[in-house]
């Protein structure tokens, strides 16, 4: 809101709302359950619903990096072959450059919160899931990707019914699995 006398931007935060546990949107303190995502709400938490903002704020803040990684060049090795070969025709420089914006402005990153996937250069796309929304960490490995060390790992939430977040191309993939696992329990 604007203050009619000086023209300051200013909040009213009302007394009878809090912070959902789960996806932070505002509720009554009084409900049992939240509206958005149908998280159950304890008592606990309605008591201590005095400090909502804080509590949230302490818990984003407590999150730490477990890895951050990028798709693997290893997983482009034949689009890479097919693009030097067609360099002459020009096309190759093209499938080159498609390779490496695709390597250099893809990331993932895994903490301990949170999975989030950023790809892209003019255009972005971010995905992310909390980590304790997981329901499923698939490892998918061709012959040709177990061969040269690289896989797809695939993340589904129980929001959704197949995958939410797929990791393509990533270099020792079991290991990454087994980092998202441990964070599970």
Do not use: H
């Not at 006398?5 to 949107?25: G, T």
């Not at 301990?112 to 899931?129: A, C, D, F, H, P």
């Not at 490995?141 to 589904?156: D, L, M």
Request: glycine letters at 6%.
């Amino acid at each position: 809101m604007k203050c009619p006398n000086c023209e300051k931007d200013f909040e009213i935060q009302n007394p009878n709302l809090m912070p959902c546990p789960d996806c932070f949107s505002m509720i009554s303190k009084r409900a049992t359950g939240c509206p958005r995502c149908g998280a159950p709400i304890s008592t606990s938490l309605t008591t201590q619903a005095s400090q909502p903002q804080q509590a949230a704020q302490d818990d984003i803040s407590k999150e730490e990096d477990i890895m951050v990684c990028q798709p693997s060049a290893m997983n482009y090795l034949w689009t890479i072959i097919f693009g030097i070969i067609t360099i002459p025709a020009f096309i190759g420089l093209v499938i080159l450059i498609y390779v490496l914006i695709e390597i250099n402005f893809t990331r993932y990153r895994i903490t301990t919160m949170r999975v989030l996937v950023k790809r892209g250069w003019i255009s972005k796309y971010q995905n992310e899931i909390w980590i304790k929304d997981m329901r499923a960490v698939n490892l998918n490995q061709g012959t040709w990707q177990r061969i040269i060390g690289v896989g797809n790992i695939a993340i589904g939430t129980a929001a959704t019914s197949g995958t939410e977040i797929n990791m393509i191309g990533i270099a020792d993939p079991q290991s990454v699995v087994d980092k998202i696992n441990a964070l599970r329990r």
